[in-house]
T-cell receptor
Framework: AAGVIQSPRHLIKEKRETATLKCYPIPRHDTVYWYQQGPGQDPQFLISFYEKMQSDKGSIPDRFSAQQFSDYHSELNMSSLELGDSALYFC?????????????FGPGTRLTVL | GENVEQHPSTLSVQEGDSAVIKCTYSDSASNYFPWYKQELGKRPQLIIDIRSNVGEKKDQRIAVTLNKTAKHFSLHITETQPEDSAVYFCAASNRGSSASKIIFGSGTRLSIRP
């Protein structure tokens, strides 16, 4: 079965650079969630999209932005990167209506900021 | 917003013994309580979940209980095996809405002693 795809899997950036993380949800899933997991921490909710509209917002810095496109893939854009942005970034997708709404996590993107 | 507390932060048990992890949540609107197992650098994997209209659920060696009145839920692993060693996260969500983000507990690092 198709799973959530995230790219790139690893990314190394310098401070103050920008990064773009991509997420391709499971086909037919209409909702995408982004989570950030720092070393030794629990995943923290950043932002979600339902049917291409932002549906909820968590602890996402103003330097970050995200969107969901017409094909339902999502991108997380991160600017003015800081050392503290080094983390695992997970995308999850779900089908809100009718299918129980379980979130399926992607393999994550490991971002390292030097 | 929702807050999930999890105890203990670390747990070491002898192989074959049982392990119990406890969580509390704050938002009475939460109606879905998944448990995730995460190995180092990997995605969170759903191992069992329980909905607010159920008090207990069991799947082989894993069981979860939910006390909705007290806002407590617990994970029980019996006959522990070395492959059970991992970080376990409890979580809470308001499932069925277009913004059903998952709020994670702080995690329990479970070690199984041979």
């Amino acid at each position: 079965a198709a799973g959530v795809i995230q790219s790139p899997r690893h990314l190394i950036k310098e401070k103050r650079e920008t990064a773009t993380l991509k997420c391709y949800p499971i086909p037919r899933h209409d909702t995408v969630y982004w989570y950030q997991q720092g070393p030794g921490q629990d995943p923290q909710f950043l932002i979600s999209f339902y049917e291409k509209m932002q549906s909820d917002k968590g602890s996402i810095p103003d330097r970050f932005s995200a969107q969901q496109f017409s094909d339902y893939h999502s991108e997380l854009n991160m600017s003015s990167l800081e050392l503290g942005d080094s983390a695992l970034y997970f995308c999850a997708s779900s089908l809100v209506v009718g299918a129980g709404d379980e979130q399926f996590f992607g393999p994550g993107t490991r971002l390292t900021v030097l | 917003g929702e807050n999930v507390e999890q105890h203990p932060s670390t747990l070491s048990v002898q192989e074959g013994d049982s392990a119990v992890i406890k969580c509390t949540y704050s938002d009475s609107a939460s109606n879905y309580f998944p448990w995730y197992k995460q190995e180092l650098g990997k995605r969170p994997q759903l191992i069992i979940d329980i909905r607010s209209n159920v008090g207990e659920k069991k799947d082989q060696r894993i069981a979860v209980t939910l006390n909705k009145t007290a806002k407590h839920f617990s994970l029980h692993i019996t006959e522990t095996q070395p492959e059970d060693s991992a970080v376990y996260f409890c979580a809470a969500s308001n499932r069925g809405s277009s913004a059903s983000k998952i709020i994670f507990g702080s995690g329990t690092r479970l070690s199984i002693r041979p």
